[in-house]
């Protein structure tokens, strides 16, 4: 029987009424009175030194209000970065300036030049035609190795190179790993290329500062993940307004997918320009502006080998990876190839050596940054799909291979410094190939062959590091932050409760899944609990939501302040039970005296609290409010299997995915529907990134897909039909080290989808007798009619 | 966008009257020129809207048993009325998205002439006549190259004129992204010949492929096609596709057009 709330119950998700009807308030909702609008003079080269700027026919266009340029910021700091990385070498990463306005050069297409606020977009948009700006034009690098290889073209003058840092993990696994190269009965190479891809949320990027004179107060709103994280970065260390004197606030937000983490220009700008101008200034991104301005992702090329004895076990991996930065680093740029993907290069399998190389690049490009999965989809992708080859070259069935590496004892200390708490592999397996019916597969194969298709099936297994993270450890990794997550819980006098989280929701659905563990925990209805985010003016400070982290640390957080809550309503009903403390139970919303039938309801407690005349005054304070910290002691590891069949049709090199299967475990779950639809959404975009997707520069930095006539966004008949897409999350292993023993669903689905893909395509084109090793993400039907032509 | 004017004309004497006049421009369903605007492309300073002009609008048999069909009229229009001439209904009902079908014209598809659109392809494809407010332009001599026609400065198109082909199919290989025609073939088959028009392929634009013509209208099967192939030379060649590719899928596209026409 499915629960009808609470944890386990797939309560509907209460947000969905006001987003679904017009009702939601998203930042570009937000009109304040007497606002200007700000357009922005973006570069149109990817790489020139600014020689002149001319605004003076634009300034007395009709409704300027102000103009700025690069000049106008030097007093305050350049945009920030989160996240220091040291070298091989012990030696701290390269970190270039990153000016709010473009200052000397322009770094790539995109880059904000002028900004003009005006009375009306348009008229800030007519006066920046009439702004002149001269710009010498250099030659631009796009080419990662390129711009290693040589340093005649450099991105920033006052660098040494190109190179950001070249970080090697673990330095001292290396030798170890050559020497167990050399011993290898059998190495797999392997080289590819993980795929530039466009975040594009659904709602672009949106910021409205404002200021009020009387008291010198800052407010930005803004389309963030993390208003907090927004607020210390953006006032401490870009324009110095203490943070008592800043409020940021994330109201709605249509989607982020990790582009809506970072700090970017436009906030910063917004603000500082409210103020400069006394009066509240809205920059709303066009999609165009989007493609240019919001932090890219992925964008790896890498080679990587496997080695392995003469039974098949894998004794060592080794890798180089090249990640592109882009021109500066986004906020947690150098945190992604690096603690997000090397820490996970064990995958499901015990290889006991293992040794990674990521050298990180800075080229004429949009800045690269997080993207759904960060670094956890680069690593699978890499090493499942190494692993698919070496099964096809020992010619062995490529799910054995799989099972015989598996790790199958916990916890499990990888050679790259994380520790998995717990798991099954082969159960996750198992499950997989039971809802894929692989035994009927040879029937479906046959039956495309009868229609002159190819079919392939394809296998992958992945594990993540999620529930991030905690914050002795990253600090120790090079985090300029903590990565706790906070709550509050404020219960009323006659017993509703408000949550307020430093987690933000965007669309994830905290609102109704945030409430169904609480009303476990009390026995009270779920809609008696609200939950309340994304405004640092009534928000505990907390680190935001990305890295499905959520529920996993967020969630706990709420545990505790809730664990607070009952210990002191307990306290309040002892008292007014006159029954001693320890003998109080708690119970569909009541306390009683254990063994006996003495009993008082919650809302009588929740009153007591507030109106306190029967009440333990000298031992209690009045009130029922309390707020929890929590900060994780370990990485969550969800982890699962999936397989995907595909049919292509040799003609055209159409490839059309005909199932999808997917068994994760994500430890205990408390909303299954909520759960499935993030998986189902994880996978649409894993298969976007597969077969359709990618952002593409051409050799002078220009953006070749600048919008949706060339980027290709996947859409409904890209998927397989619902009967056959098919998510299961009933293989649990609960989390050892968190309270509710969760451990995060969001990125899974784009992680463990894309070699699935390509396994399957690899597949089908060897059935058909090409021998096809690899195809580069997105396989598009050019590139598969290419590499069986190849 | 830049500020202009907007006049909507109910009869063509009145908007060729319109367009005359300085940077005037003739607006159909704005499917293409509306975002042109918003980009500030194109700055005209009166849009003349063709889609209050009701003599420019609808699908109808004409007495020569050609299909004639307005200048203004969308594709959805064609998609849903175009019975008689079905290969054409389908191909219409697969342009763009709802919104687009709803708004965009065929007079508006053909005076762009954009080289992936598909209306070229059926409209060359069937040997068919651009009617104009001043003249008849057959197909032939109606598209000159990407984005290039026979129109003149401020010539309208009031009517296309199809003939019935005895059997006649579409096939669209869309570009994955915009789901415009990577290559588009369309095939006819009457009782004088075969015509085959290509479209999305090349660097021309719109063309006839006059191999497959010759060998099709001596032996409508895909066998007769089989050994002839275009070169990939002067062919597009871009992120979603090479020269080559598109050269080898026009085979393949007029294969499944004339195995579906059959
Ligand atoms: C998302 C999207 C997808 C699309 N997909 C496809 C597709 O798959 N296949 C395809 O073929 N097309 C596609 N299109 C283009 C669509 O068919 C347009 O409607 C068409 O290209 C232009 O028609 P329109 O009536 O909107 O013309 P407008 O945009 O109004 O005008 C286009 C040009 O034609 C001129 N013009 C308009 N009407 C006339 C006339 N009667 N006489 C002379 N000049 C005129 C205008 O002055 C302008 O220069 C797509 C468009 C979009 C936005």
């Not at chain 1, 089908?764 to 096809?772: K, P």
């Not at chain 2, 026979?150 to 669209?172: D, S």
Request: hydrophobic share 40%; proline share 5%; net charge negative.
């Amino acid at each position: 029987m499915p629960k009808d709330g609470g944890i386990g119950a797939s309560s509907k998700r209460r947000e969905d009424v006001r987003f679904l009807t017009g009702a939601g308030n998203y930042t570009d909702d937000i009109n304040i009175h007497g606002q200007a609008h700000v357009f922005f003079l973006r570069s149109d080269i990817a790489h020139g030194t600014i020689t002149g700027i001319d605004t003076s026919a634009a300034q007395g266009m009709p409704g300027v209000v102000k103009i700025f340029t690069g000049a106008d910021f030097e007093a305050v700091g350049g945009m920030p970065c989160g996240w220091q990385v040291t070298d091989k070498h012990g030696a701290p990463m390269q970190e270039p300036r990153h000016p709010i306005l473009a200052h000397g050069k322009v770094r790539h297409v995109g880059e904000p030049i002028a900004a003009v606020v005006a009375d009306t977009l348009e008229q800030a948009r007519d006066a920046a035609e009439a702004i002149s700006v001269e710009i010498d034009e250099l030659p631009a690098v796009v080419d990662m190795k390129a711009a290693v290889a040589s340093d005649n073209v450099k991105v920033h003058d006052d660098l040494t190179s190109n190179l950001c840092y070249d970080w090697g993990f673990v330095e001292e696994n290396k030798a170890a790993t050559d020497e167990a190269f050399k011993k290898a009965a059998h190495v797999t190479t392997l080289e590819l290329v993980n795929n530039r891809l466009v975040a594009n949320p659904m709602e672009p990027r949106v910021a409205v500062g404002d200021y009020a004179r009387g008291t010198d107060e800052s407010t930005l709103y803004t389309t963030s993940q993390n208003p907090h994280v927004i607020r210390l970065l953006m006032g401490a260390f870009v324009l110095g307004i203490p943070e008592h004197k800043l409020r940021v606030v994330a109201p709605d937000v249509g989607g982020g997918f990790g582009t809506k983490i970072f700090h970017y220009q436009e906030e910063a700008f917004c603000t500082f320009a409210a103020k400069a101008c006394n009066r509240a200034v809205k920059w709303t991104s066009s999609r165009s502006e989007a493609f240019m301005s919001d932090a890219h992702g992925r964008d790896h090329v890498t080679k990587i080998e496997l080695a392995l004895d003469a039974e098949n076990n894998f004794t060592a991996v080794r890798t180089e990876t090249y990640a592109n930065m882009g021109a500066y680093l986004s906020t947690f740029a150098p945190s992604i190839p690096t603690w997000l993907h090397g820490t996970l290069m064990a995958g499901n399998y015990k290889t006991p050596l293992i040794y990674v190389n990521v050298k990180a690049v800075f080229t004429n490009t949009v800045p690269v940054d997080a993207y759904r999965g960060a670094g956890r989809p680069e690593a699978t992708f890499q090493l499942e799909r190494v692993i698919d080859k070496a099964a096809r070259e020992l010619g062995v069935d490529p799910v054995e291979l799989r099972r015989q590496n598996f790790i199958t004892e916990f916890p499990y200390a990888t050679p790259v410094a994380v520790e998995y708490d717990t798991g099954d592999y082969h159960a996750t397996m198992d499950k997989v190939l039971e809802l894929s019916d692989r035994a009927g597969f040879a029937a479906r194969r046959a039956a495309s062959e009868a229609k002159g298709k190819l079919r392939g099936f394809g296998i992958n297994c992945f594990i993540e590091a999620c529930g991030i993270a905690p914050s002795n450890l990253v600090g120790q990794l090079g985090a300029r932050a903590g990565l706790y997550e906070s709550a509050t819980v404020r219960v009323n006098a006659t017993g509703g409760l408000v949550v307020m989280t430093g987690s933000h929701s965007h669309g994830q659905g905290h609102e109704t899944a945030f409430p169904q563990v609480i009303a476990d925990m009390i026995g009270i209805d779920e809609s008696m609990i609200e939950v309340v985010h994304g405004d640092t003016a009534n928000t505990p400070m907390g680190m935001g939501t990305y890295g499905s982290r959520s529920i996993a640390v967020g969630g706990s957080a709420m545990v505790r302040a809730t664990e607070k809550i009952i210990a002191k309503a307990k306290k309040i009903a002892s008292h007014l039970l006159e029954a001693s403390e320890s003998d109080i139970e708690l119970k569909d919303g009541a306390f009683s005296v254990a063994g006996t039938d003495k009993s008082v309801a919650w809302g009588d407690v929740t009153l007591a609290a507030y109106v306190p005349h029967n009440y333990p005054l000298e031992d209690i304070e009045p009130g029922l409010e309390e707020t929890a910290f929590y900060d994780p002691s370990n990485f969550t590891y969800p982890a699962g299997a999936y397989t995907c069949e595909v049919e292509v049709d040799p003609a055209t090199g159409e490839v059309s995915i005909e199932r999808f299967a997917s068994a994760d475990d994500f430890g205990n779950v408390v909303n299954p529907m909520i759960v499935e639809g993030q998986v189902h959404g994880g996978i649409a975009q894993g298969i976007g990134q597969a077969l359709l997707e990618n952002c593409s520069y051409d050799e002078n930095g220009q953006l070749l897909t600048a919008s949706y006539m060339d980027y290709t966004m996947p859409r409904a008949d890209n998927l397989p039909q619902m009967d056959h897409y098919v998510v299961d999350h009933s293989c649990q292993t609960p989390c050892t080290h968190n309270p509710l023993g969760v451990k995060g669903c969001g990125e899974a689905g784009a992680i463990g989808s894309p070699p699935t893909v390509i396994n399957a395509i690899i597949d089908a084109l060897q059935s058909g007798g090409h021998r096809v090793d690899h195809i580069d993400m997105p396989a598009t039907p050019a590139r598969v009619w290419a590499a069986m032509h190849g | 966008m830049y500020n202009f004017d907007v006049e909507t004309p109910g009869t063509v004497a009145d908007a060729v009257a319109a367009i005359g006049r300085d940077e005037a421009q003739a607006l159909g369903g704005g499917q293409t020129l509306i975002p042109t605007l918003k980009q500030r492309l194109a700055s005209p300073s009166v849009l003349v809207s063709l889609s209050g002009i009701a003599e420019m609008k609808g699908v109808c048999m004409g007495d020569d048993g050609r299909l004639c069909i307005g200048g203004a009229t969308t594709h959805a229009t064609v998609a849903r009325e175009a019975a008689q001439y079905p290969a054409l209904a389908a191909m219409a009902s697969h342009i763009g998205d709802p919104a687009v079908r709803n708004r965009g014209t065929i007079g508006g598809s053909l005076a762009n002439n954009d080289p992936s659109a598909c209306y070229p392809a059926g409209v060359l494809g069937s040997g068919a006549t651009v009617v104009t407010n001043t003249r008849e332009i057959a197909s032939d001599e109606y598209f000159q190259g990407m984005f290039d026609t026979a129109l003149e400065e401020g010539e309208i198109i009031t009517e296309v004129r199809f003939p019935i082909p005895e059997a006649a199919n579409y096939q669209k290989f869309v570009q994955p992204a915009s789901r415009f025609a990577l290559v588009g073939v369309f095939v006819a088959k009457f009782s004088g010949g075969v015509r085959v028009a290509v479209t999305g392929a090349s660097e021309e634009g719109v063309f006839r492929w006059s191999e497959a013509e010759a060998a099709l209208s001596s032996d409508f099967s895909t066998g007769a096609i089989d050994g002839l192939s275009l070169s990939g030379e002067g062919m597009i060649s871009d992120l979603h596709g090479t020269g080559a590719y598109r050269a080898h899928l026009v085979g393949v596209m007029t294969k499944r057009a004339v195995d579906a026409a059959a």
